[in-house]
């Protein structure tokens, strides 16, 4: 049976779910993923910001953040939006379970991934499948879940570039750990959106003739 919470919901309990059996098993499913992310442009820090506290472990340089309700955040540092972080400084950045499918605070937290990453870096968002039958353990949770389509759009509001396909992840059914991805969400309880920061010019730059050089004449 679904785990139950109080009517009145908040970040706070949004989050507590995944120290629940069922939300401790998506995050154990995503592990390689994110580890995979992590080490996504070698050299350069990464962010990670999930929705429980622990160690950042992961290779290189980086720094994790948990969502701490609302808009605040605990980890290495305590802060809220936006992050006390240089911008264009992360090669990658990882949103695992804290964006929102609406609202504010959900496209504040995009428009930072965007200032944080270098032209070029990557924004791994992994979140939950409204589609799975796994919906049904966080029913009551105050999560809401959507599809592909309307994150994509999202992201475009933010200035990335999004990939055209996602990866299920994580169990469909069942409370046990299923590593290996697959393409497209299909009935997987979470999925994995990239997307990329390019910087392009505002407005269009008219390219300069090129003038051949005439025989007899010496070149500049």
């Known amino acids: 049976m679904p785990v139950q919470f109080p009517v009145r919901q908040t970040d706070a309990a949004v989050h507590q779910w995944f120290h629940t059996d069922p939300g401790r098993a998506v995050l154990a499913s995503e592990e390689e993923t994110v580890a995979q992310a992590l080490a996504d442009r070698p050299g350069q820090p990464w962010l990670w910001c999930g929705p429980v506290r622990r160690e950042p472990e992961g290779p290189g340089r980086g720094v994790?953040?948990?969502?701490?309700?609302?808009?605040?955040?605990?980890?290495?540092?305590?802060?809220?939006?936006?992050?006390?972080?240089?911008?264009?400084s992360f090669g990658a950045v990882v949103l695992q379970h804290v964006a929102r499918p609406a609202g504010p605070s959900g496209a504040a937290l995009f428009a930072e991934a965007a200032r944080l990453l270098v032209n070029g870096g990557r924004l791994w968002l992994f979140v939950l499948n409204p589609l799975a039958p796994y919906r049904w353990r966080w029913r009551g949770s105050g999560i809401s879940a959507s599809e592909p389509?309307?994150?994509?759009?999202?992201?475009?509001?933010?200035?990335?570039v999004p990939d055209p396909v996602s990866q299920g992840l994580g169990p469909s059914w069942s409370v046990q750990v299923s590593p290996l991805p697959q393409q497209g969400p299909g009935l997987r309880a979470a999925y994995l959106?990239?997307?990329?920061?390019?910087?392009?010019?505002?407005?269009?730059?008219r390219m300069r003739r090129v003038l051949p050089i005439v025989r007899g004449l010496p070149a500049a």
Do not use: F, H, N
Not at 72 to 80: E, I, L, P, T
Not at 149 to 160: I, N, P
Not at 194 to 205: G, H
């Open 64 to 88: 994790y953040l948990a969502a701490d309700g609302g808009a605040r955040w605990r980890g290495q540092v305590a802060c809220g939006l936006p992050l006390p972080l240089p911008s264009e």
């Open 149 to 160: 389509l309307a994150w994509r759009r999202r992201l475009r509001e933010a200035g990335l």
């Open 193 to 205: 959106l990239r997307a990329e920061k390019r910087a392009i010019p505002m407005t269009a730059v």
